[in-house]
């Protein structure tokens, strides 16, 4: 037998065995499902670190909510908007930020938006935190200095916006007012900071208006708080904020 006839054609690479090698094309080629998955797998989060990530948010939600309460300094927007309306009603604050709450989760159904456990433990958590905080800092600092009072009011802008991209980054479920942000972000595709500082100003305004609180402290929330969220969500939500 010629050996011609049993030997590669020319310019064919063989493997150890003789055998004609797979073009390079071929072999290094994936199927279009593992390249989709490789490209669009999201980053998976342990269940522990979820649930922990998003207790420790609610908590951390809670405590910079109260420093910003006892730093005299301007309220929150949603909380000039609550004191607005309490004034304008007489109804009770707590009624009033139930009252909110359900109004704003009525503006899920046309976001499609879906409570989930972290919903609920949001305002489980939040409104057990906020009063023992504001009593450990009326027994601290009873009445803030002006340091004292900005220190808490940006320390409580700080930690408010770190803890909401925690707890919004478990994707367990968003709060009210949070899952009106991930909504707007989701339907427009505009960047979480705009949505927030959008929602942020809006609020403000119709609380002013209506007479609720304002300090420099408000207009610093306003605008500072989504960058913060922003930010640390490339850390704390590794699959995104938004479905």
Request: glycine share 14%; charged share 10%; net charge positive.
């Amino acid at each position: 037998m010629d050996d011609k006839a049993n030997a590669p054609h020319h310019g064919c690479m063989t493997t150890t065995t003789g055998r004609p090698a797979e073009p390079a094309s071929e072999t290094a080629a994936t199927s279009p499902e593992q390249t989709a998955e490789q490209g669009a797998r999201p980053v998976p989060m342990r269940p522990v670190r979820r649930g922990t990530q998003l207790l420790l948010g609610l908590v951390g939600f809670g405590v910079a909510t109260a420093m910003m309460l006892h730093s005299g300094q301007g309220a929150m927007p949603w909380a000039v908007l609550d004191q607005g309306i309490v004034d304008r009603t007489g109804l009770a604050y707590g009624w009033v930020v139930l009252g909110i709450g359900l109004l704003v989760m009525l503006a899920w159904i046309p976001l499609r938006q879906k409570p989930g456990i972290g919903t609920v433990a949001n305002i489980i958590v939040i409104s057990l935190v906020i009063d023992p905080t504001l009593w450990l800092l009326e027994r601290l600092l009873p009445t803030p200095a002006l340091a004292a009072g900005t220190g808490l009011a940006l320390g409580g802008i700080v930690l408010l916006g770190v803890s909401t991209a925690a707890y919004v980054g478990a994707r367990l479920g968003p709060g009210p007012r949070d899952g009106l942000m991930t909504g707007v972000v989701q339907l427009t595709g505009w960047p979480v900071w705009l949505v927030k500082t959008v929602i942020e100003v809006t609020v403000v305004v119709l609380g002013v208006l209506l007479g609720g609180t304002f300090g420099w402290a408000t207009v610093v929330f306003a605008f500072g708080v989504g960058p913060v969220v922003q930010i640390a969500a490339r850390w704390l939500a590794p699959r995104g904020l938004v479905g």
